[in-house]
Nanobody, 117 residues
Framework: QVQLVESGGGLVQPGGSLRLSCVAS????????MGWYRQGPGKQRELVAS???????DYADSVKGRFTISRDKSKNTVYLQMNNLKPDDTAVYYC???????????WGPGTLVTVSE
């Protein structure tokens, strides 16, 4: 089964930036649309950014203008550039297909982003 591994999270002050990476163990980026999801403390997991197998991207209103999703098919990697981070962005961030395919890769371990003074 294809595996997804996220990285790049950490502790950052409000207004700071982070770049998350998601590496797939197989070449699925040419097949699937991919998304970055997050789950904050006490919250449901939500989709924050998605990108088609081409380059068309879409964003949740809460991150529009601050986050940018991109993909490098040659590296089987999806990125999430996060700028002007806010405390409400604190969450564990995951990547997966969009929509989530029960026959597709399972959820990876995620990467924790903490935005705090």
């Amino acid at each position: 089964q294809v595996q997804l591994v996220e990285s790049g999270g950490g502790l950052v002050q409000p207004g700071g930036s982070l770049r998350l990476s998601c590496v797939a163990s197989a070449s699925i980026l040419s097949i699937y649309a991919m998304g970055w999801y997050r789950q904050g403390p006490g919250k449901q997991r939500e989709l924050v950014a998605s990108i088609t197998s081409g380059t068309s991207a879409d964003y949740a209103d809460s991150v529009k203008g601050r986050f940018t999703i991109s993909r490098d098919k040659s590296k089987n990697t999806v990125y999430l550039q996060m700028n002007n981070l806010k405390p409400d962005d604190t969450a564990v961030y995951y990547c997966n297909t969009n929509p989530v395919d029960p026959r597709g890769p399972g959820w990876g371990p995620g990467t924790l982003v903490t935005v705090s003074e």
